[in-house]
């Protein structure tokens, strides 16, 4: 069907229960459409009907607000002219837009957990996300809105300011809010959020029922931001009345959110579409294994080494080596495992290990080894797309702790992984790992307690399915 048309064909399934529009021509965006039986298993985390309604409306503010409309003119030019008075935003018609601009920072994992969390508050707040496309977010994403745009267009009037944002920054909201520069009676036409791992309280919280008085009003945000911050957000009551509505499923968000948003381009999906069936399409098990180490002599580690084993076979994912004669009357199952990492060698003594193993075969393969992060190369980024992807689709996964590449690959599957913990020292973590009890990301850096009342309650305790990650003691906060 044509963009737009009424008449689609597309069946229901495609449409994964309604979550995606029909709008779309399936062409050109292949992965948008594709039948996920051909490579998961079906889904038990279902979008509600009143998600599925708000997505609806959200998709004609889109259309109404977005960019080459006369609204987002009308926007921009008064984002220009608009001075901190009240005058000018206190009497703004219902048919006024209002904007958050999502910067791109940070590995590509964070981007996409921020991304989705800036699009929930969008959903939350009316207001209309646009995409900094400085960096290459359509080289790895197809358009998730019908009928019109969500890149910031490249004349947007701050473009050139936006990179030097930063907490000193005059219109930075924890900055103002120490200043006493805001209230009520004076609103800015923009303001800069603040939401990265050195943020203050006062930009941590922006989220609060009290904070969102002052920044509700505000036309233009514009966020940095490299934590999933969604887990916060059910802390303001109001917000937390409409999560409920929408997400009865808690720890279902970002899995629902990035069936919606995320489409891998045409390039992207054919280079996940080609491995899988070239490797793990007929296996009759399928193990993801997550690498990601941190330590300042990153690469390849024997204690790293070591936990990947101690975790896989105390958890039962991969066998003991046997090499010697089998019952051969035991099935001859095969195992594929998809190990990514920046470091090829862990494969590699993976591959070595079950080289010569008997019963069942383990195939052992990792897509890529590219050594070192370079974010922003095209061809790099599309590679780690592709492999979050790919571990996207495994029966069970295994990552590593506090890395945003691993919570968007299992949170993407619907898979609880085992979180490999980070290790402290040259040793291996005892124990090894712990299986997740929840598909969700984690917020790393999170606040330390909740909105108003809940000021003095340590934010792992104020709600219930609201608590502090198994892979960080005591800290960040994660949708159970
Ligand atoms: P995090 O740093 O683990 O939270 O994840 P990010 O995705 O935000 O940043 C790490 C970046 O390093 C990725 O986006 C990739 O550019 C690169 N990288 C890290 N691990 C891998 C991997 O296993 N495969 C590939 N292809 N790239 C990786």
Known sequence: TINGSKESKTPQDKLIGGLLTSDFDERSCVSRYYKSSLYRKPSPYNPSEYLISKLRSYEKLHKRCGPGTQAYKEATKNLLHGHDDNKNYANKTVDECKYIVWVAVYGLGNRILTLASVFLYALLTDRVVLVDQSKDISDLFCEPFPGTSWLLPRDFPLTRQIDGYNKEYSRCYGTMLNNHAISTNSTPPHLYLHILHDSRDEDKMFFCPKDQTLIDKVPWLIVKANVYFVPSLWFNPSFQTE??????????????????????TNDVWGMITKYYKAHLARADERLGIQIRVFSGDAGYLKNVMGQVLSCTQREKLLPQVV?????????????????????????????NMFSKQKGETIKVYQPSGERYQQTDKKIHDQKALTEMYLLSLNDKVVTSARSTFGYVAHSLGGLKPWLMYQPM????????????????????????????????????????????????????????
Do not use: M
């Open 323 to 351: 090499t010697q004669e089998v019952n051969v009357t035991q099935s001859q199952k095969v195992k594929a495992v998809l190990v990514t990492s920046l470091y090829p060698e862990y494969s590699d003594h993976l591959r």
């Open 243 to 264: 999560l409920v509505k929408l997400f009865p499923q808690k720890e279902a968000v970002f899995h629902l959110l990035a069936k919606y948003l995320y489409h891998p």
């Open 425 to 480: 020292d040259k040793s291996v973590p005892d124990p090894p790992c712990v299986r997740s009890t929840s598909i969700e990301p984690c917020h790393l850096t999170s606040p330390s307690h909740g909105c108003g009342a809940d000021w003095g309650t340590d934010s792992g305790k104020v709600l219930p399915f609201v608590k502090h990650c198994e892979d960080r003691d005591n800290d960040g906060l994660k949708l159970f």
